[in-house]
């Protein structure tokens, strides 16, 4: 493979050629290495271009992966926050820390600057039994914005099989630390907002009655929010 000298000087001053890529090393790489047959001069620089490909490649197997730093959670418009105790409807979803029976977890795995690298919820569908009235059905996309301290921390690495429930395959290096927030029967009186709407449940009808109850149902962009009580009146006396 020869390139005339022009091509290789036109590829030089090239301004769209962004160095950085791979791709773009390669190239001028293969040009240096085949004109050198024809122009030894051409080869120091034939050599340079190889070790600096070399290099790139070494560090891009090294880059980290980019963390992001989340926006708070917002309530849709017209929400409402309502207090109860949550209970079983149909299902639950089996925690990655203690494969406990849960309503919701959110887990996240941050890196040493606290910005987010992974993000997982699963939820269920539960009732909550509000304290001055009957059960809401909170359903849909759901969101638990408790406080950090609140929430189960651990470190994690490579391998760790609790990041491999959260779908991260083996041979991706992730590391950092796991927080994970969570919701059951077990815990305390809880504060969710929403938008509250009445609708007909199928599993609720029974013989005349349409099964008519208040739904929280939380949608993409506008979830339900799900709280520790107890930290609402923490924060306020802040």
Partial sequence: MTAPVELVRELLYY??????????????????????????ILAPFAIGSIV????????????????IAMPPFTAAPGSTTIFGSPRKFRSTV??????????????????????ILLRRTESAP???????????LVTGTTRVSSPTFLAHR???????????????????????ELEVAQISDRGPV????GVLEDEAVAELAFHRDGGTIPVM??????????????????????
């Fill in 217 to 238: 149902r939380g949608r993409v962009g506008a979830p339900v929010l799900v709280e520790d009580r107890r930290m609402i009146g923490a924060l306020l006396v802040r």
């Fill in 126 to 136: 539960f009732f909550l039994d509000t304290l001055d009235g009957g059960p809401v």
């Fill in 15 to 40: 301004r769209d050629m962004r160095m950085v890529s791979s791709r773009d090393w390669g190239l001028i790489t293969a040009f240096l290495a085949g004109s050198s047959l024809a122009l030894p």
């Fill in 94 to 115: 089996t925690s990655l820390v203690d494969d406990a029976q849960v309503f919701i977890e959110h887990a996240v795995v941050r890196n040493r600057s606290h910005a």
């Fill in 190 to 193: 809880l504060a969710v907002t």
């Fill in 52 to 67: 600096a490909l070399g290099i790139h490649k070494l560090r891009g197997k090294r880059r980290a992966i980019a963390g």
């Fill in 154 to 176: 651990a470190p994690v690495k490579r391998g760790d099989p609790r990041l491999h429930k959260m779908g991260v395959p083996d041979d991706l290096a992730v590391a950092g």
